[in-house]
C-alpha cells in the first residue's frame, strides 16, 4: 500500500550520514586545491564551471592538494592524473597542464629563492595576476567599468553605487 510506496525512496538515517560525511570529505578536498584553480576562478562563469568541474573529479578521485603536493615531489603526477576519469577530452588536457603547471611554478620559485621581493612578498604575488593593470575591473574605477555604463570615480561615484553623500539612496522629485 502506502508503506510500500514510500520504503522505496526511503533510507535510514545511518546511511544518509554517511552521505553526508562523504560530501564534506569531497568539499574539503576541493577547497584545498583551490590555490591551483584560483586564476581560473576570475577568468568568468564558463572557465569558472569548466574549473570546478574538473576541480570536482580530482576530488572524486581522492585526491587533495597535499596528496598531489606529494605526487609532484615523486614525479608520479602526469601518470596519476592521467588515471582520472574526465569525459570531455579537453577537459582532461586542461586539467594536467593547469595541475602541471601550478607545480612546476611552484617547484621553480623554491628553486629561485632569489627573485625581487617586495615587503618580503615575491613579486609575482605583490602585482601580477589577472585584473591588475590588464584590462579588468579596478579600484581606479570604482569597480564599474566604463563600458558597462558605470561611473568611475572621476564622475564623482566615489565608489559608493547609487548613493548620495550619506549613503543613501537619492530621492526622486515628480
Same mark, same amino acid.
Given at each position: 500500500? %502506502?508503506?510500500?510506496?514510500?520504503?522505496?525512496?526511503?533510507?535510514?538515517?545511518?546511511?544518509?550520514?554517511?552521505?553526508?560525511?562523504?560530501?564534506?570529505?569531497?568539499?574539503?578536498?576541493?577547497?584545498?586545491?583551490?590555490?591551483?584553480?584560483? !586564476?581560473?576562478?576570475?577568468?568568468?562563469?564558463?572557465?569558472?564551471?569548466?574549473?570546478?568541474?574538473?576541480?570536482?573529479?580530482?576530488?572524486?578521485?581522492?585526491?587533495?592538494?597535499?596528496?598531489?603536493?606529494?605526487?609532484?615531489?615523486?614525479?608520479?603526477? %602526469?601518470?596519476?592524473?592521467?588515471?582520472?576519469?574526465?569525459?570531455?577530452?579537453?577537459?582532461?588536457?586542461?586539467?594536467?597542464?593547469?595541475?602541471?603547471?601550478?607545480?612546476? !611554478?611552484?617547484?621553480?620559485?623554491?628553486?629561485?629563492?632569489?627573485?625581487?621581493?617586495?615587503?618580503?612578498?615575491? !613579486?609575482?604575488?605583490?602585482?601580477?595576476?589577472?585584473?591588475?593593470?590588464?584590462?579588468?575591473?579596478?579600484?581606479?574605477?570604482?569597480?564599474?567599468?566604463?563600458?558597462?555604463?558605470?561611473?568611475?570615480?572621476?564622475?564623482?561615484?566615489?565608489?559608493?553605487?547609487?548613493?548620495?553623500?550619506?549613503?543613501?539612496?537619492?530621492?526622486?522629485?515628480?
Amino acid at each position: 500500500l %502506502i508503506a510500500d510506496k514510500v520504503s522505496a525512496y526511503a533510507t535510514s538515517v545511518p546511511s544518509e550520514e554517511a552521505k553526508v560525511r562523504h560530501l564534506e570529505a569531497l568539499q574539503k578536498a576541493q577547497y584545498s586545491m583551490r590555490p591551483i584553480f584560483v !586564476e581560473f576562478f576570475r577568468d568568468g562563469y564558463k572557465m569558472r564551471t569548466r574549473m570546478v568541474g574538473i576541480r570536482r573529479c580530482l576530488a572524486e578521485h581522492g585526491l587533495d592538494y597535499a596528496k598531489l603536493t606529494d605526487l609532484a615531489k615523486q614525479d608520479k603526477l %602526469i601518470a596519476e592524473l592521467e588515471k582520472v576519469s574526465i569525459e570531455d577530452p579537453d577537459n582532461k588536457t586542461l586539467m594536467v597542464n593547469t595541475v602541471k603547471d601550478h607545480f612546476k !611554478e611552484k617547484s621553480s620559485a623554491k628553486k629561485n629563492p632569489s627573485s625581487p621581493t617586495v615587503n618580503g612578498a615575491s !613579486e609575482h604575488v605583490a602585482g601580477e595576476g589577472k585584473g591588475q593593470g590588464d584590462g579588468g575591473k579596478g579600484q581606479e574605477d570604482g569597480g564599474k567599468s566604463q563600458e558597462d555604463g558605470g561611473k568611475g570615480k572621476e564622475d564623482g561615484d566615489k565608489g559608493r553605487g547609487n548613493q548620495d553623500a550619506n549613503g543613501d539612496a537619492p530621492q526622486v522629485k515628480n
